[in-house]
């Protein structure tokens, strides 16, 4: 098949290699407001360079990868919908709740497929736990603990733009604990602070935080999110039930240093940045999206289900800044 990337930074150059090595793909077409970008990764991973997304949409795409500024999100999915091409696009659907509802409305209907990219549903580690507590031998679930820490700081233009942790990062907490476990969340409670880069502090936002969620069965879950672990990326669950406890993550490339006497593990090299932690998943999610656009399968991550996670990102958002606990009832009808 034809897939058409939409954005050639930092994700989108990362998409064009995997797609690039993918059988069910033969070529790709590319294009990105900085034509160096898009000329750069047709060098290194071969494609089609077009100078606009409508040029894109007319070059014979079966499906289009949207890697493009948070910005232009709502309009290339309109886009590739209203051109009757499957869509896979990452998140977040648009940058402001409001403009995502009404995407949503938009493609209520349409018969195109749309992915949004929550690469954690692909991970093997959060497909066993979810696997796990689907089969019930967890028992009823009490406590879930969700962990993303990052090596160091985004830029200060991106964190202006970002909309918050909450927004940008915890999110992917947030996507991950619906879909392992299942439930909705009801209510949140956030904390946060400011004990590293002043810039984030000026920006409105804070640098480190923690959210507790209750979910619509009365399960807690814990979430710690930070932009500062000198140790390295840092990403990982804990799923407590009342027949026994789970972990993602714990393995070797786990960037912790025990200081129990004895105690060798983690052994290995930490994990440094988030495509060297979701390599895999990144392959799988893309593999996925050929299979969608195929027709061999569902949309695994839908417009739907992208809004709930951002429901819960507003309402620790609004808790953060007016410290009380926020229903999702509330954020919704705002």
Same mark, same amino acid.
């Given at each position: 098949?034809?897939?058409?990337?939409?954005?050639?930074?930092?994700?989108?150059?990362?998409?064009? =290699?995997?797609?690039?090595?993918?059988?069910?793909?033969?070529?790709?077409?590319?294009?990105?407001?900085?034509?160096?970008?898009?000329?750069?990764?047709?060098?290194?991973?071969?494609? =089609?360079?077009?100078?606009?997304?409508?040029?894109?949409?007319?070059?014979?795409?079966?499906?289009?990868?949207?890697?493009?500024?948070?910005?232009?999100?709502?309009?290339?999915?309109?886009?590739?919908?209203?051109?009757?091409?499957?869509?896979?696009?990452?998140?977040?659907?648009?940058?402001?709740?409001?403009?995502?509802? =009404?995407?949503?409305?938009?493609?209520?209907?349409?018969?195109?497929?749309?992915?949004?990219?929550?690469?954690?549903?692909?991970? /093997?580690?959060?497909?066993?736990?979810?696997?796990?507590?689907?089969?019930?031998?967890?028992?009823?679930?009490?406590?879930?603990?969700? /962990?993303?820490?990052?090596?160091?700081?985004?830029?200060?233009?991106?964190?202006?733009?970002?909309?918050?942790?909450?927004?940008?990062?915890?999110?992917?907490?947030?996507?991950?604990?619906?879909?392992?476990?299942?439930?909705?969340?009801?209510?949140?409670?956030?904390?946060?602070?400011?004990?590293?880069?002043?810039?984030?502090?000026?920006?409105?936002?804070?640098?480190?935080?923690?959210?507790?969620? /209750?979910?619509?069965?009365?399960?807690?879950?814990?979430?710690?999110?930070?932009?500062?672990?000198?140790?390295?990326?840092?990403?990982?669950?804990?799923?407590?039930?009342?027949?026994?406890?789970?972990?993602?993550?714990?393995?070797?490339?786990?960037?912790?240093?025990?200081?129990?006497?004895?105690?060798?593990?983690?052994?290995?090299?930490?994990?440094?940045?988030?495509?060297?932690?979701?390599?895999?998943?990144?392959?799988?999610?893309?593999?996925?999206?050929?299979?969608?656009?195929?027709?061999?399968?569902?949309?695994?991550?839908?417009?739907?289900?992208?809004?709930?996670?951002?429901?819960?990102?507003?309402?620790?958002?609004?808790?953060?800044?007016?410290?009380?606990?926020? /229903?999702?009832?509330?954020?919704?009808?705002?």
């Amino acid at each position: 098949m034809r897939i058409g990337i939409l954005g050639l930074g930092r994700i989108g150059a990362f998409h064009a =290699e995997t797609l690039s090595g993918l059988d069910a793909v033969e070529s790709l077409v590319l294009t990105d407001p900085f034509a160096e970008a898009a000329k750069s990764a047709a060098e290194r991973f071969g494609g =089609e360079v077009v100078d606009s997304p409508e040029a894109l949409l007319a070059a014979g795409v079966d499906g289009i990868v949207v890697a493009a500024a948070t910005d232009a999100h709502p309009k290339l999915i309109l886009a590739g919908a209203e051109a009757g091409i499957p869509v896979f696009c990452e998140k977040p659907v648009a940058k402001h709740m409001s403009e995502g509802v =009404e995407v949503l409305r938009a493609v209520e209907g349409s018969a195109v497929p749309i992915q949004i990219g929550y690469n954690r549903r692909f991970d /093997t580690g959060f497909v066993n736990a979810r696997a796990a507590v689907q089969s019930g031998e967890l028992g009823k679930l009490h406590t879930v603990r969700s /962990t993303t820490l990052d090596p160091a700081p985004p830029p200060a233009a991106y964190i202006a733009a970002s909309g918050g942790i909450f927004r940008d990062c915890s999110v992917h907490d947030f996507d991950i604990i619906r879909w392992v476990t299942g439930r909705e969340v009801v209510e949140v409670y956030a904390v946060g602070g400011n004990r590293g880069a002043e810039y984030i502090k000026e920006a409105g936002d804070a640098d480190t935080t923690g959210a507790i969620l /209750t979910l619509d069965d009365g399960t807690l879950a814990v979430i710690s999110n930070s932009r500062h672990n000198a140790r390295g990326y840092d990403v990982r669950m804990e799923i407590h039930g009342f027949a026994d406890s789970i972990a993602v993550g714990l393995e070797d490339k786990l960037p912790l240093r025990s200081v129990e006497p004895g105690v060798t593990f983690p052994a290995g090299t930490p994990h440094d940045f988030f495509m060297d932690r979701f390599t895999a998943a990144y392959r799988a999610e893309l593999t996925a999206f050929t299979e969608v656009v195929a027709g061999t399968r569902p949309s695994p991550c839908t417009i739907a289900d992208a809004l709930e996670a951002g429901w819960i990102a507003e309402a620790c958002t609004l808790s953060l800044h007016e410290h009380r606990p926020v /229903t999702i009832a509330e954020v919704r009808s705002a």
